[in-house]
């Protein structure tokens, strides 16, 4: 089983609609969790960073994790098409280890 | 210039080249990273210096050469590369716990 699984997608969805994300993981010593967005050509920019289990919300993004699922979560709420791009799960004990992201597209 | 940067953007080059990839953080960061990222696959952690000294190395081929002169400046030297060595190499620096920050990459083509 790998470390850090992640559907590639692509995920397409009308502008306004509520995104969810996911990626599972099989390593339970993971205690930081985090979710990055790529824009074509553009290296890795870190939207979201969490410790442990629980919700944090920033604006339009909320990033959920259960560690008892060993299970993590993105939502974007009002979609935009700005928003389209892949979206990678990250997370670490001493070392970090990413998912393979997902591609996203926001249709107008 | 802010955060994380990488030059050249973009690098074309024989298998018999020497060339060099650089980045450099303004971040105040005491720990810099390359990666490389092939289309359909993870993030693929290459090397990590941590206050200027090498503390990890995930089996990268020796035709890769890190070195890290300082805190805010990392190199990715590399020689007779092999086609399957074309990818975006990234460069990311962070200071407290995993919170990694990016630099935009450096598209390499090796023909």
């Known amino acids: 089983q790998k470390e850090v699984e992640q559907d590639p997608g692509p995920l397409s969805v009308p502008e306004g609609a509520i995104v969810s994300l996911n990626c599972t993981y099989s390593?339970?010593?993971?205690?930081?969790f985090m979710w990055y967005r790529q824009y074509s050509r553009k290296g890795p920019e870190l939207l979201m960073y969490?410790?442990?289990?629980g919700n944090k919300e920033d604006g339009r993004f909320t990033a959920q994790v259960d560690k008892s699922s060993k299970y993590i979560s993105l939502f974007i709420r009002d979609s935009q098409p700005s928003d389209s791009a892949t979206y990678l799960c990250?997370?670490?004990?001493?070392?970090?280890?990413f998912g393979k992201g997902t591609r996203l597209h926001i249709l107008p | 210039e802010t955060g994380v940067t990488q030059t050249p953007r973009h690098l074309v080059m024989g298998m018999t080249n020497k060339k060099s990839l650089k980045c450099e953080q303004h971040?105040?960061?005491?720990?810099m990273y390359w990666y490389k990222q092939s289309a359909k696959k993870p993030l693929e952690l290459m090397f990590v210096?941590?206050?200027?000294?090498?503390?990890e190395n995930n089996s990268v081929p020796s035709r890769f050469s890190p070195e890290c002169p300082n805190s805010s400046h990392l190199f990715l030297h590399l020689h007779t590369l092999q086609p399957e060595d074309s990818a975006l190499y990234l460069c990311?620096?962070?200071?407290?716990?995993?919170?990694?920050?990016f630099g935009p990459g450096t598209r390499l083509t090796v023909l």
């Open positions: 990311a620096s962070s200071q407290a716990s995993d919170e990694q920050f």
């Open positions: 390593n339970s010593a993971f205690q930081y």
């Open positions: 969490t410790y442990s289990s």
């Open positions: 990250a997370m670490s004990d001493d070392k970090i280890i």
């Open positions: 971040l105040g960061h005491n720990a």
């Open positions: 210096y941590s206050l200027e000294e090498r503390v």
